[in-house]
């Protein structure tokens, strides 16, 4: 038997039939999407999972996103779709009692970041703003000196309006930007919002590729994405960062 090392074994089990569901409904609805972050990662770098992962990401532009948001009342009844904060998930329920009905796909969308510098900083101010607002339990420390007052009064703005309607003003200030120039996931990881730019055809096209046995959907040329995301992606980080992010299961 293959080595449990990360204690995550398990949890992947659970996560391919999730992953094999959400790519054939994606298919069958018409929908393009590519494997993104760590999943892109590890199927480029080790075919499958990487070994201590622990979770599912997606990404789609915001046309195919426009399209998963129409159908989504047509999954199965054992799948949901859920959009706690900014970031929408796909969940399944899980073979494991500690865990279940908590194994999920994360959806990040990729938009068009305005032409003018301007443009591009006020969106992304507003970005900020909401995804502050968005925030039910506030935790200052996972927060720079610099963004701490920010996030705080945008935190107090929040409590005066319902979640829908926060959620609502994100996706149409995130869709602000043309059709044109380079991309940006606006619903991603806070320091990848403030950070992370991608050149504008790094969604242009996409192709099958295996996941662990399973044929699955990525872009056409992984190494934009990628590269612009981590650097040298194909060499793994040291022992000591190579923990799951979610989940540990102790079997």
Partial sequence: MQEDKYGVKGIQQDLMPLLKYVDGFLREQGIEYSLTYGSLLGQVRHGGFIPWDDDLDIMLDRQNYRKLISFKDKLDKDFRFEKGTWLPRIFAKASHQDIADRVFVDIFVMDRVPKSGFKAGFKLGLIDFLMGMMHRKLN?????????????VSWLVGRLFPMRWIQRWFDKVSAW????????????IF????????SPNVMDGYKDADFDGLKVRIV????IFLRETYGDYM???????????HFKLDE
């Fill in 220 to 223: 056409q040329n992984p190494d």
């Fill in 177 to 188: 930007g043309g059709k044109e120039g380079d991309m940006k996931i606006y619903n991603g």
């Fill in 235 to 245: 060499t793994p980080p040291p022992e000591a960062q190579r923990v799951p992010t």
């Fill in 191 to 198: 320091k990848y919002v403030n950070g992370k730019q991608y």
């Fill in 140 to 152: 200052l420390s996972m927060y720079s000196v610099k963004w701490k007052p920010a996030i705080f």
